[in-house]
C-alpha cells in the first residue's frame, strides 16, 4: 500500500528557516489536520523534494518543451556534485538558462533546505492554512503532493 504525503517546502531553495518556526508551523498543522505523522527534516544542503510516483512530466519555463527525465538527471548529478550551491542549468530545448527549482514539475516538485511532511493527511492544506503558515516561516511555501 502506498502512503500520500504532503511536503511542504519554501519557495526559495537556499532559504534557511529557523527551527523555531518549522516547530511552530508543525504545532499549527497538528492542530488543524488529521493524519498519521508530521515531521521536520533540516537539510546540510538544499535538496531535491520530489512528488514520488507523481512526476510524469517536466517541462521548460521558457518554451514549453518537455524535458528528457535522462537528462534531468545528469542535470541533478551534476549539481549535486557541487552540493547544490547552484541551480542553473542551460536548457536543451532553447539554450536558455533557468533555475532547476523553476522548471514545470508535473506534479510540483522543488528545492530547499527543510521541509515539512505530513504523512497520509484526511484533508487538504486550504488557502487559509497556507497563508498561515507562510506568515509563520516568513516566506511563501511551495506545496508538493507525494506518493510514496
Ligand atoms: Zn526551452
Not at 492542530?31 to 507523481?54: A, K, L, P, V, W
Not at 518543451?65 to 530545448?93: I, R, T
Not at 528545492?111 to 492554512?129: H, M, Q, R, Y
Request: some cysteine; proline content about 5%.
Amino acid at each position: 500500500m502506498s502512503d500520500f504525503v504532503i511536503r511542504i517546502i519554501p519557495t526559495d531553495p537556499y532559504l534557511r528557516i529557523p527551527e523555531e518556526s518549522l516547530q511552530i508551523a508543525k504545532e499549527l498543522l497538528v492542530d488543524r489536520i488529521t493524519c498519521d505523522n508530521i515531521q521536520i527534516h533540516s537539510f546540510e544542503n538544499t535538496s531535491f523534494i520530489d512528488c514520488g510516483g507523481n512526476l510524469q512530466r517536466i517541462s521548460c519555463p521558457h518554451c514549453g518543451s518537455e524535458v528528457d527525465f535522462a537528462w534531468w538527471g545528469d542535470e541533478v548529478s551534476k549539481v549535486y556534485d557541487k552540493s547544490f550551491k547552484s541551480l542553473s542549468v542551460c536548457m536543451p530545448c532553447c539554450n536558455k538558462v533557468s533555475s532547476m527549482n523553476d522548471l514545470l514539475y508535473d506534479y510540483p516538485c522543488g528545492f530547499a533546505l527543510s521541509v515539512l511532511e505530513v504523512l497520509n493527511p484526511g484533508v487538504e492544506i486550504t488557502a487559509e492554512l497556507k497563508e498561515k503558515i507562510e506568515s509563520i516561516i516568513g516566506s511563501s511555501i511551495r506545496i508538493i503532493n507525494a506518493h510514496i
